[in-house]
């Protein structure tokens, strides 16, 4: 099969479905002590504190909430899953998290509220990046010799322009009794167990800092073919999740393109591995040669929020082979 019919069997408007805005979302990975928003790589941990229990102080509150949410976020940030084996807990035999508590404590508070009850409280947010030159993916990769951040070194080129580029969708929704477990690092695999993506020097380094590997969303979107304006209206969707707003505002874009597989399995001991199929992956390797997509980081992992997950469609929606 030529590239360029390749190419062709990439392009959107290969079926319709019938979605919405509210069926395709930021995948967030909720928590008591506050939540992980994994589309937009970004860690929020809450902290509260009573003021009846800090002698009606509201000062008093205000620093032990912020003390309660910093707690927090060292909490997620240690419960997340580097690859299919270990936690950023694991990470340089557990050393890495007296570095981490150093680097969330320089974060300023998201928001700080009084919220007035029987038992008014203080509630402080602070948000922390899992990406960019100052997240914690960047600070991961900078321990394992990947990334030299400025000023000891130059900033990276920029990657690809993303309305220009092609996007890697796997389908994970259609994998009975498992759910993917979202990494900073995950690996896509082969069912005969050969290595298709993973960490390595080869990776565009302003893609990985920038975004990661991977990008999860949710969505529960039940497909039909019955119109072409509906897919229009999905896809423009997709884009406003994966690009810039700059980028989403502009009335003239070149058409997003994608290459949509299943996933037909979720592996490793965190089930952060992604099996595809033999074909699919050989189909993953030539895409990458031909557009850069898994050099350029541009993964997009679909996942259902409902248990067990629902029919994938999107192959039959995109009119991919």
Known sequence: MSVVRVICLICLFGAAITA???DFNAYFEPSALGKIDWDAGVIYGVGKASLAQNKGSKTQALKAARALAFQSVVKLAANLKLNDHSTLQDFQQGTFIVHLQAFIRAAEPLSSTLVETQDPYIEVTYKVPLHGVTGINANILQHVGLF??????PPPPPPVKAENAVWLVLDARGVTGKTVTPALFPKIVSTHNTVVYQINPSLNQAALVNHGMARYVVSNAQFDASSAAETATWAEHILSLLISEAHAKKKKRKRQRYIVKNVKDIDGLYQTNLV????????????NLDSGVLQQTRVVIVVSSAI???????ETMFGTR
């Open 20 to 22: 919405s805005a509210a």
């Open 148 to 153: 030299e951040a400025p000023p000891k070194a």
């Open 276 to 287: 595809v199929s033999l074909a699919d992956a050989k189909a993953i390797k030539q895409a």
């Open 308 to 314: 067990g997950g629902i029919q994938s469609s999107l």
